[in-house]
């Protein structure tokens, strides 16, 4: 048995011996790099949460992607949106398609979403059943004075962290815009 | 056994290393791996290559074989090449599992459990986070010496050859090099020989004074005692972190908590009957005086010992080494029962397999978990590197990155390895990520959106996002969000003094920037964004030079709008310090306040001609 351990002992030694070998070919000077994408698009007006291009303009309240197509939020949460052609003398169409999960209905009963741009109150919405929906909401003109606005996302009530999942669930949302009229 | 069984038999268990832990092979750089790869950098800035492999680092530990020679050598070779370290990594487990396999069969004269031992060893939870990271060498390291130290005292108690003592003392010195818990040895050695070789106790007594030595040496060169969540408790919370361990050990809990799907009931009531199966196996066998279970409970316990007292930071991989003994227990158990009856055989059969695949669920879960973590800090760094070739002049800002991936990938600054400086977080990336004391202070990573939006508007900066297969060049949709959200007038409540960006919020006294800090003379200012809170407080890291202190402590008075704060008194030379100051009430909400600094005497060196008074790096409200 001595014999056997001595010689894996000699097979472990000359298998690291070949690796450093081995390796020590590929020694580069310079750094290993791998490619990027250099072309990003610019500010969107609407954006598909789980574009990893729109992430930049997810500023606040947003969880990882789940399912290459939606995030949890949590109780608040903000995007900013450039503003679309023709806002400012016209005003625009803010639209969110997100849906409101059995558990936070199981869990809250009810839940009111409330939305500003640029400090704007605009009007709230309850949700008493669980489903998918979509927010539609007039923004006057008057709050475009920019490039871009920040919309402000609120709920009054978000399911608090349990067992299951640490996180401070909100609502589950898919895509957030502005249309123009 | 035929010479082909012979040889699966001892290559098996490495087999089943390579098939269990695949992914490990492949898993690249992550948390305190950039550290270590750092070293190089240290070397080549102050030339002290024993202060760099004996220097106290990372909470006074010493490990200059398992972390700074194995970081040093390899970077040398392989640079950022993850796979030799790796491959490093496991040929050592392969030693380990034939040392174990050996060393098991020599205790018990099984080979079944000679087999059984090093498997039910590598599909432990324990091993996951060692087979993954290269920082965790260490425990792979140490647990071959201490194998190697223990096959050597067998072999010396067999054969009475000199040269086995002499190699059991070299493994157990070379041990002490590579992590800590080898201090314990000449203990597990006593109790070796108190359970198995009476005629041995003498010898192994000779080695109590030099763990001792170590053990002392080790106290007096670390700066200031374990502190944090490394801080000893010597209480009977003792028992608590016993318990959490021995469940851990057992690998159905851990399972239960890392992965879903299970029922509740599955973890109590199996970690319940491989309890009993496995403390009933070691009672009966103690009963009928067989000390060998004795000595592989032992085990368990006395390695395990030094990491109790560390009840805030209970981890995982600390049972890496103490779960050997009850892997050799229980294959010493599983052995005597395939022995027994056709019953026993059965019961023994199905409480293995009651171990080992929870924990192989468990072990999968958390190597392919450690594999992801580390393929997206991957992406980021050699993402980084290639933004850095295409804007070498430019700072780069990151968005999208999580509190994983800071914590696994940018905490432990790796960018300084690809020749990238000035990278930081966008502003606000602070929200997305959960402060962790002692493991590093997330807004010195965070450019604030003052400076930030000044770059942008200068074309200094380019912006990446990051998240998804590679990195995002933003900049375009960055620059009109940041115009959009901040004002290039907002004062900064961070100021890293070394920094060029942040010229503008220091007062006319400082002296220009050398490296990545400041000089100040007797006097100087600048001035921050007010506190948010009243909660927060003014933290300022600097550097004291001996000069300063060679007459006694230095003085160093703080005012804050005027108030002034009771000197604080320096008294290390050579030495970085960090103060903090509790902010005045209504100071809250204010856009802009002053700070002003004072130091109660400066010095000019013989070859410079300006008057010195400190070294600053940092001032940040938090």
Redesign the interface.
């Known amino acids: 048995m001595k014999k056997q351990i001595r010689n894996l002992f000699i097979l472990d030694v000359l298998v690291a011996g070949l690796v450093l070998f081995v390796a020590c070919k590929h020694r580069s000077a310079k750094p290993e790099v791998e490619a990027t994408d250099e072309h990003g698009q610019t500010l969107m007006s609407a954006v598909h949460v789980a574009d990893p291009r729109a992430a930049v303009q997810l500023t606040k309240g947003f969880y990882d992607v789940e399912q290459n197509a939606w995030r949890w939020t949590m109780k608040q949460f903000s995007v900013v949106l450039r503003a679309p052609e023709g806002a400012s003398k016209n005003g625009a169409t803010l639209q969110m398609k997100f849906s409101v999960p059995n558990p936070v209905i199981d869990k809250l009963k009810a839940i009111t979403l409330s939305v500003s741009v640029n400090g704007q109150a605009l009007p709230a919405e309850t949700y008493t059943r669980p489903g998918e929906y979509i927010l539609k909401r007039d923004v006057p003109r008057e709050v475009f004075h920019g490039e871009a606005v920040n919309v402000d996302f609120a709920l009054d009530k978000a399911m608090p962290p349990s067992g299951a999942d640490l996180r401070e669930l909100g609502i589950v949302v898919n895509t957030v815009g502005l249309e123009p009229k | 056994m035929k010479p082909a069984i012979?040889?699966a038999y001892?290559?098996l268990p490495s087999l089943l290393c390579l098939g269990i832990y695949w992914l490990g092979l492949k898993t690249w750089f992550w948390q305190d791996d950039f550290a270590w790869l750092s070293l190089h950098l240290r070397l080549k800035q102050t030339g002290q290559w024993w202060a760099v492999l004996f220097a106290p680092m990372a909470q006074g530990t010493i490990r200059p074989l398992s972390e700074r020679a194995f970081f040093l050598v390899f970077y040398e070779?392989?640079?950022?090449?993850a796979?030799?370290y790796r491959?490093?990594v496991f040929?050592t487990q392969?030693?380990n599992l034939?040392?174990l396999s050996?060393v098991t069969?020599r205790f018990t004269g099984s080979s079944v459990a000679g087999l059984l031992a090093p498997i039910f060893w590598l599909v432990n939870i324990a091993l996951a986070r060692p087979m993954s990271w290269n920082s965790a060498y260490n425990q792979i390291l140490c647990a071959f010496f201490m194998l190697l130290a223990l096959y050597c005292a067998l072999?010396h108690q067999q054969t009475g050859h000199k040269w086995f003592a002499a190699a059991e003392w070299i493994s157990f010195l070379a041990g002490l090099s590579a992590l800590e818990t080898m201090v314990v040895y000449p203990v597990l050695a006593l109790l070796h020989a108190f359970c198995l070789a009476r005629q041995r106790v003498a010898k192994t007594l000779w080695m109590f004074p030099v763990a001792i030595t170590y053990a002392a040496v080790h106290w007096y060169v670390t700066p200031e005692g374990p502190s944090g969540q490394y801080r000893m408790h010597f209480d009977a919370g003792l028992l608590s972190s016993l318990w959490t361990y021995w469940q851990w050990a057992l690998g159905v809990m851990r399972m239960a908590e890392i992965t879903t799907g299970w029922p509740r009931w599955l973890a109590p009531v199996g970690t319940a009957i491989l309890s009993a199966s496995l403390l009933g196996f070691a009672a009966w066998k103690l009963l009928h005086k067989n000390w060998l279970a004795g000595f592989f409970l032992g085990w368990f316990l006395v390695v395990l010992a030094p990491v109790l007292p560390l009840r805030e930071h209970l981890s995982e991989y600390y049972l890496t080494i103490p779960v050997v003994g009850l892997s050799m227990l229980g294959a010493w158990a599983v052995a005597e029962s395939l022995r027994g009856r056709w019953r026993w055989k059965v019961v023994s059969i199905a409480v293995a397999a009651a171990y080992v695949v929870p924990s192989l669920s468990a072990t999968r879960a958390a190597t392919r978990w450690y594999y992801e973590n580390a393929l997206g800090v991957?992406?980021l760094v050699?993402?980084v590197?290639?933004?850095h070739?295409?804007h070498p002049d430019k700072l780069i800002l990151l968005?999208?990155v999580?509190d994983d991936l800071f914590w696994t990938g940018i905490a432990d600054r790796p960018f300084r390895?690809?020749?990238a400086k000035d990278v930081y977080l966008a502003p606000?990336s602070e929200?997305n990520i959960t402060e962790r004391p002692g493991l590093g202070i997330v807004s010195d990573f965070v450019l604030p959106p003052g400076p930030a939006l000044r770059a942008l508007e200068e074309d200094r900066a380019v912006?990446?996002?990051v998240?998804?297969l590679?990195?995002?060049?933003?900049?375009?949709?960055?620059r009109?969000?940041a115009?959009?959200?901040w004002s290039p007038s907002e004062e900064p409540r961070h100021v890293d003094v070394g920094n060029p960006l942040f010229a503008k919020q220091l007062g006319l006294t400082w002296h220009q920037i050398e490296g990545a800090y400041r000089w100040m003379p007797r006097r100087a200012s600048l001035h921050l964004g007010g506190p948010s809170s009243p909660n927060e407080l003014l933290y300022i890291s600097g550097y004291c030079p001996a000069e300063q202190v060679r007459d006694g402590p230095l003085k160093l008075t703080v005012t804050v709008e005027g108030h002034v704060y009771p000197p604080v008194l320096l008294k290390r030379g050579n030495a970085p310090f960090e103060v903090s100051f509790p902010l005045p009430p209504n100071l809250v909400g204010k856009p802009r306040i002053e700070i002003g600094l004072e130091v109660d005497r400066t010095f000019m060196p013989s070859s410079d001609s300006r008057n010195l008074g400190l070294v600053f790096g940092t001032f940040s409200i938090r």
Do not use: D, E, S
């Open positions: 012979r040889a001892w290559v070779l392989f640079g950022l090449n796979a030799p491959m490093m040929a392969c030693a034939v040392l050996a069969r072999r991957r992406t050699r993402g590197a290639r933004a070739q295409l968005t999208g999580n390895l690809v020749g606000g929200g912006v990446y996002a998240g998804g590679r990195l995002v060049n933003v900049t375009a949709a960055y009109i969000l115009r959009q959200r």
